[in-house]
């Protein structure tokens, strides 16, 4: 019943910037912590990003930190990945993913701490 869907991947070249969208389904978005993760060819998938319920707090991985910007709108029960500054290392099929939060505790960064997940969306960033 609950579904994530990612949207905006596509081929761009370095430097350019793109906007990656996960509509939610199923679920009461602004009850879950959301976050993306990207996985390369031939790598595990890893953590990029995480929102808190309301939009208040946001982590970032060290590879993306000043260039991309995690948001959500739970009005529109969709949450946002505005990359810029891409770069070939960029390249990844990017998935969105949520899970139920509770009030306190630290934020979740690892795959296995996600319940639901998209399908991914490819995004290739050329050289």
């Known amino acids: 019943q609950v579904q994530l869907v990612e949207s905006g991947g596509e081929l761009v070249q370095a430097g350019d910037s793109l906007r990656l969208s996960c509509a939610a389904s199923?679920?009461?978005?602004?009850?879950?912590?959301m976050a993306w993760f990207r996985q390369a060819p031939g790598k595990e998938r890893e953590f990029v990003a995480v929102?808190?319920?309301?939009?208040?707090?946001?982590n970032y991985a060290d590879s993306v930190k000043g260039r991309f910007t995690i948001s959500r709108d739970n009005a529109k029960k969709t949450m946002y990945l505005q990359m810029n500054t891409l770069k070939p290392e960029d390249t990844a099929v990017y998935y969105c993913a949520a899970t139920f939060s509770p009030t306190l505790g630290p934020l979740p960064r690892e795959t296995r701490e996600f319940d639901y997940w998209g399908q991914g969306t490819q995004v290739t960033v050329s050289s």
């Open positions: 199923g679920l009461t978005i602004s009850n879950d912590v």
């Open positions: 929102i808190t319920r309301r939009g208040g707090i946001t």
